[in-house]
């Protein structure tokens, strides 16, 4: 698939798509050079990778928060289950391990949490978004993109910072950002020969 195809079939920002015609020959060029926002989003496009690897590198944005959860045990349950089993490629057994740990209903785990029209923490909501990956195919990479975003604004919130601010996209974002593609370029081989919208 062609650089053009993929931006056109996935709508991806006219940005992006100027910055990748202008300095890709191939989707896979962009994937090895893209900056850190971008390579997520494209991670997370349906049919790039394969919903293991989605899975696993949800676990791993979880795992940020980790340290802003001490005295929260039953969602500490759910993140250490989450990165046990994520290797384990059986959705099945994701459900009833981290929905076991995690103690927590059926309801609330399928609940949309959208930030801006909810109080629940930046971090419980990482959790919540977390296993809904593990509870659903098909808003799996929503659910992923959640907690990518939601730990993101949790781990500003714990040092003070006011989100998207400068200071925010300077000192917050790239060192974790760095090392969530850092992860996806060397543990995950994406396909774009062919993907779906649907």
Not at 174 to 183: E, G, I, K, S, Y
Request: glycine share 4%.
């Amino acid at each position: 698939m062609t650089i053009d195809e993929f931006c056109r079939r996935h709508n991806a920002c006219s940005e992006g798509r100027t910055w990748a015609a202008v300095h890709c020959r191939t989707m896979r060029e962009v994937w090895d050079t893209a900056r850190h926002t971008w390579l997520i989003w494209i991670a997370l496009t349906k049919g790039v990778l394969p919903d293991q690897d989605v899975r696993r590198f949800a676990a791993i944005c979880a795992a940020d928060v980790r340290p802003l959860l001490q005295k929260e045990d039953r969602l500490l349950d759910a993140i250490d289950m989450a990165e046990k089993l994520s290797n384990s490629g059986n959705a099945d057994e994701w459900v009833a391990e981290v929905f076991d740990s995690a103690n927590l209903r059926r309801k609330t785990m399928m609940r949309e949490l959208p930030i801006s029209k909810t109080k629940v923490p930046a971090a419980t909501a990482v959790c919540e978004a977390l296993i809904c990956c593990v509870m659903t195919d098909t808003r799996l990479r929503d659910c992923a993109s959640d907690v990518s975003g939601y730990s993101l604004i949790a781990l500003g919130k714990h040092r003070g910072y006011r989100m998207f601010t400068e200071a925010w996209d300077k000192e917050v974002c790239p060192t974790v950002l760095d090392r969530r593609v850092r992860w996806l370029r060397e543990n995950t081989k994406p396909n774009f020969k062919c993907t779906t919208t649907t």
